[in-house]
């Protein structure tokens, strides 16, 4: 008889049938469950269960044409709400109580996940009757027609394997009737049924296999050499093979999910299977439109998928990538640094673009110059004048606007002794001497004479001998580094020789020193002529003077003659010298120059000391009396006075000496 939906809603009403299949008239058992169902007519409600397990009718097999009925069946689908109702049916029929967990497991529950390429292990989920015959499994085709693929005798212990091609050389049944499938593969994928048969009935547990299949690491591959904002590009294409079941690939931004975004963010994703290993290829392009923010920024894929244990996610690799973006601003930079650059110099002007990459060609403006000059991003400019101080300036060459600019100034420094080089004058002439400055900025003079610094400028209005000597002007920039110049004045003095002679009595009475003092340059040569003989002995000659002393012991009136001679002109002097025995006036040495100055500064000393004393000792009378006459506000008014007179007196005092 065929099944009805009514029947079998009034069954679920009467809790016979549960979720299998009730029969209106006679009994039935179904192939596909988990056990066989012994059905018999619509329960009696006052009937008892020892009335129900009594009724045992002849077994019917009942073709059910309702597809979905069947497939439900199968699969525990559509019908699981019943299952509850199915369980109450065992007990009254001849199967034990624990089979009705089997049963649902019959209906769909029972699935093993496997890794591909590994075994698949497959227990019979039924208990096995003591009057067993033999077990079998088969697996269904999808239009449900079944393949039988091992069989094992319960009394023989013999095992034999059908001759299906795919799984020859893969099968193992063992003698508790677990079935293992080595290699796993994808066309694995199917509804297995354990079949457990005795003389009368025929038990069955289906198992559904699933097989997974890792996919390889992701790759970001075809990557765009650069992004551009503004501008929506392809980043790339994220790849991850030979997966199954397909899974999901997901971009990321510096480790965030990127969504897609109109205009900002198109992510494409496909899907392809190989019809040969049923793997699938996940490919996701993604189009993205950068900003600035995303240079150095990491951006990653990765690819999720299901296994044997659930969920995975498996990550790509970094790729960053380089972000062009347009040039925003200009900027002019001179080297050396433009505070140091002097006439002579090599500057170079860098123009710069902040955008990325930089440009590479600029237009440069020279001070006076309207049109500009292309070049890279530097020009260079030799030998620079101080003509060259003006404002540079570079521009973008597609954008003249957007333009920089910068102020040289080209430092120099002249300096111009006179006079200079070697220069012979006469004791006794003037000599002004000058030493002037030109300069881009305030500059120091140093004064030298033979590498000793003068306190001031030389000035000479009546040449000395003592003047003679190498003068050197100096002058820099102390801001400018290597900025120098120098002058150099030779400063020869010539004169004729100046002869005077002087004469000492020994204090023992027994000689007489005779000094011919000359002064000239070129240095004179000295001469004696004298009647008898004497010994001689000769100073160092220095500022264009020196001495000539001969030791005589006349014992008779004598006279000594002095000669000097150089290029300019020769000079005689003579001097009578009285016998040792005559006693007579001894002149006094000649007075050297450097001793002559210091006496002449120890003279100024001393009057300033005295004047000083004496002009306080007039301040502190003069108080004292005010004192005596007025009141105290006048007396701070003298005092006052009074100390002023008393600083210009020490100010008089300090000038006097250091002059």
Request: with cysteine; proline share 6%.
């Amino acid at each position: 008889m065929g099944c009805k939906d009514m029947e079998l809603e009034r069954a679920f009403e009467y809790g016979v049938a549960g979720s299998v299949l009730p029969l209106l008239l006679g009994s039935c058992y179904l192939r596909g469950a988990a056990t066989v169902f012994k059905i018999g007519p619509k329960r009696n409600p006052n009937s008892s269960v020892d009335d129900e397990k009594s009724a045992i009718y002849p077994q019917i097999h009942v073709p059910c044409t309702m597809k979905t009925i069947y497939e439900s069946l199968y699969t525990g689908k559509g019908f699981t709400p019943f299952v509850p109702k199915l369980c109450k049916l065992f007990p009254l029929l001849d199967q034990p109580w624990e089979h009705c967990e089997l049963s649902k497991e019959g209906l769909g529950w029972d699935t093993v996940n496997s890794a591909y390429g590994e075994t698949i292990v497959m227990p019979c989920r039924l208990k096995v009757p003591q009057n067993l015959m033999f077990g079998k499994w088969k697996y269904e085709k999808p239009d449900g027609s079944p393949v039988f693929i091992a069989f094992r005798s319960s009394t023989k212990k013999s095992v034999q394997y059908d001759d299906v091609p795919e799984y020859k050389d893969r099968l193992n049944l063992s003698e508790n009737y677990t079935l293992s499938i080595s290699n796993a593969r994808i066309s694995d994928e199917k509804r297995f049924v354990c079949m457990l048969v005795t003389e009368d009935n025929v038990f069955e547990a289906p198992t559904i296999v699933k097989v997974f299949k890792q996919p390889s690491k992701p790759e970001i591959v075809s990557k765009a050499p650069f992004l551009e904002t503004e501008q929506l590009k392809k980043l790339g294409d994220c790849i991850s093979k030979d997966s199954y079941p397909d899974g999901n690939i997901t971009w990321y931004r510096n480790g965030r999910v990127l969504q897609p975004l109109e205009g900002a963010v198109v992510i494409i994703f496909k899907n392809q299977m190989d019809p040969v290993t049923q793997l699938y290829t996940m490919t996701s392009s993604l189009e993205y439109k950068a900003t600035k923010a995303d240079l150095r920024i990491p951006f990653t894929c990765s690819v999720t998928y299901y296994g044997p244990s659930g969920q995975k996610t498996v990550d790509s690799e970094q790729a960053v990538f380089d972000i062009y973006y347009p040039t925003e601003q200009v900027t002019i930079e001179v080297l050396p640094p433009k505070n140091a650059i002097k006439e002579g110099d090599n500057i170079t002007l860098e123009c710069r673009g902040n955008g990325n990459p930089p440009p590479a060609e600029f237009l440069f403006y020279l001070p006076g110059q309207p049109e500009g000059i292309r070049s890279s991003n530097t020009y260079t400019l030799t030998d620079v004048r101080r003509n060259a101080t003006g404002d540079y300036k570079c521009s973008l060459i597609d954008k003249r606007s957007m333009i920089a600019s910068t102020a040289v100034t080209v430092h120099y420094l002249d300096l111009s002794l006179n006079p200079s080089g070697e220069v012979t004058k006469q004791i006794g002439d003037a000599l002004p001497v000058s030493c002037t400055i030109s300069a881009s900025r305030n500059a120091t003079v140093v004064w030298m004479k033979d590498n000793i610094r003068l306190r001031s400028s030389p000035s000479f209005s009546s040449l000395r001998y003592q003047d003679a000597g190498n003068y050197v002007c100096e002058t820099a920039l102390q801001e400018v580094e290597g900025l120098k110049k120098r002058e150099s004045l030779t400063l020869v003095v010539e004169g004729k020789p100046q002869i005077k002679m002087t004469k000492k009595t020994d204090p023992s009475g027994l000689s007489k020193t005779i000094i011919c003092h000359v002064e000239g340059f070129p240095k004179p040569a000295i001469q004696w002529t004298i009647t008898g003989s004497g010994s001689t002995e000769e100073s160092p000659y220095v500022n264009g003077r020196y001495y000539s002393k001969i030791i005589i012991s006349p014992e008779e009136n004598v006279t000594l003659t002095c000669t000097a001679e150089n290029q300019l002109e020769r000079t005689v002097n003579s001097l009578n010298v009285s016998a040792i025995s005559i006693p007579e006036h001894d002149e006094a040495d000649e007075i050297s120059d450097e001793n002559r100055e210091k006496v002449n500064d120890q003279a100024k000393l001393i009057v300033g000391i005295v004047v000083g004393l004496l002009l306080a000792a007039l301040v502190a009378g003069v108080v004292y009396w005010l004192y005596m006459k007025k009141s105290n506000d006048y007396i701070a008014n003298i005092e006052d006075m009074a100390w002023g007179v008393i600083s210009y007196v020490s100010l008089f005092f300090s000038v006097n000496s250091l002059n």
